[in-house]
């Protein structure tokens, strides 16, 4: 089931609005909103609004691993994920670099980060 909900990630959107293009024609002018970004990349694990999904990916909202970083130390784990072997990994689930959407830019990133924090405000 995590798999599917995983794979669920990867059908996203970046901010120069190419869907699934890797390659792609990243003018970096954004064309979407943090909000969008999240929803079309990061809700199928994270929950709508970022109240999480129990057993597949932690609540965003008020979390203290949110919190503790700075705003590049949080694109910088996106980049990367996290694998399930990783220590730190206290759900055992994967949580795969770009949130499984090899499309999104490290601006895209960032957008999702600030929205991510405004949802804690």
Same mark, same amino acid.
Not at 19 to 30: H, N, T, W, Y
Not at 49 to 64: N, Q
């Given at each position: 089931?995590?798999?599917?909900?995983?794979?669920?990630?990867?059908?996203?959107?970046?901010?120069?609005? &190419?869907?699934?293009?890797?390659?792609?024609?990243?003018?970096?002018?954004? =064309?979407? &909103?943090?909000?969008?970004?999240?929803?079309?990349?990061?809700?199928?694990?994270?929950?709508?609004?970022?109240?999480?999904?129990?057993?597949?990916?932690?609540?965003?909202?008020?979390?203290?691993?949110?919190?503790?970083?700075?705003?590049a130390e949080?694109?910088?784990?996106?980049?990367?994920?996290?694998? =399930?072997?990783?220590?730190?990994?206290?759900?055992g689930?994967?949580?795969?670099?770009?949130?499984?959407?090899?499309?999104?830019?490290?601006?895209?990133?960032?957008?999702?980060?600030?929205?991510?924090? &405004?949802?804690?405000?």
């Amino acid at each position: 089931m995590v798999v599917g909900l995983v794979a669920c990630a990867c059908g996203g959107t970046s901010l120069n609005g &190419s869907e699934d293009d890797p390659d792609g024609g990243d003018s970096g002018v954004p =064309t979407g &909103s943090g909000e969008a970004l999240y929803e079309a990349n990061c809700a199928a694990c994270h929950g709508e609004g970022g109240i999480g999904i129990e057993g597949v990916g932690k609540p965003l909202v008020k979390s203290e691993f949110v919190a503790d970083l700075s705003d590049a130390e949080l694109v910088d784990f996106l980049i990367v994920g996290r694998d =399930t072997a990783d220590p730190l990994n206290t759900t055992g689930i994967l949580k795969p670099p770009r949130g499984g959407n090899p499309s999104l830019t490290d601006e895209d990133l960032a957008v999702i980060v600030e929205y991510v924090r &405004s949802l804690s405000r």
